[in-house]
């Protein structure tokens, strides 16, 4: 049979790590973070990063294992993820994968393959000369479609799909595509946890007011002071890139928690897109469920006990067979 592995996600601000928490008591898991942030040490409070007073008993990983000034990219995730996964499944426990990062869960359950590519072509400096605006406008028109899955402002994911553009002479919208159909090498349980948006965003509004309150601006400054700048991989994300210009003086701290409020908005709308593209995803709207952590719980327990069987079945089938 294939190795069991399970995998709970959704929007920012949804309530994914309460209810993984209770998920990997129920079914002996350990959580590994799908999250591009919380692998940073020293980036506990803009990340939403479980603490480990918070984690009761669960083992987790790939969190608080970096230094901010150190790449990390989907490639590195998959290789990293797929060794926690390998220790977790020694240890007789089932890997719980967590966040909110649906590029890099797709990555690990698809084993995608990131070899088409270099990663750093010739073609890069060039490319980085240009301006943000200018590197977008050059992917709508290479691949209108990857164009609509990036961030404008995410600088060096949109350098990325140019480079695959250029080098290969195919569209990477195109290359993505086929690894998410790609079979999986593991049996795996894909729940998206959902809420309703007018909610959801209140709850992203009152997570950004709350990081503000413990701390975030004295966060980004102790980083920034370590020589981190919005170039760092590290510090392009959500509530780090915005409050740069609050700390050299070019923004009021109010605009700048605006823009942390309406870009995490945005953010968690891409997610949902996302998710919504990816096949035999089980979708949990907390709404239908009455808000109760509980009756989430034993739904997700009961689809995971169905996914096991069916899974035995085909193992017994094929076994038959041959």
Known sequence: MRKACLVLTGPTAVGKTRLSLALAHRIRGSVISADSMQVYRGMDIGSAKILPEEMEGIPHYLVDVLEPEEEFHVARFQQMAKEAMEEIWARGRIPILTGGTGFYIQALLKNVDFSDSSG????????????????????????????????????????????????????????????????S??????????????????????????????????????????GLTEENTSMKGLGYKELFPYLRGEMELDEAVRIIKRDTRHFAKRQLTWFRREPDVIWINKQEFGYSDEKILTYILRRWQEILREEEEHESRTVQHV
């Open 120 to 183: 750093a072509s010739s073609l890069r400096p060039e490319l980085e000369k240009l301006g943000e605006e200018a590197l977008y406008q050059r992917l709508l028109e290479k691949d209108p479609e990857a164009a609509e899955a990036i961030h404008p402002h995410n600088r060096k994911r949109v350098i990325r799909a140019l480079e695959y553009c250029l080098e290969t002479g195919r569209k990477i919208s195109d290359h993505n595509q086929r690894e998410r159909q790609r079979p």
């Open 185 to 226: 090498p593991y049996c795996c349980g894909y729940f998206v946890l959902n809420d309703e948006r007018e909610k959801l965003y209140r709850q992203i509004d009152r997570r950004v007011d709350l990081m503000i309150e413990k701390g975030l601006v004295e966060e980004v400054r102790r980083l920034a002071a370590r």
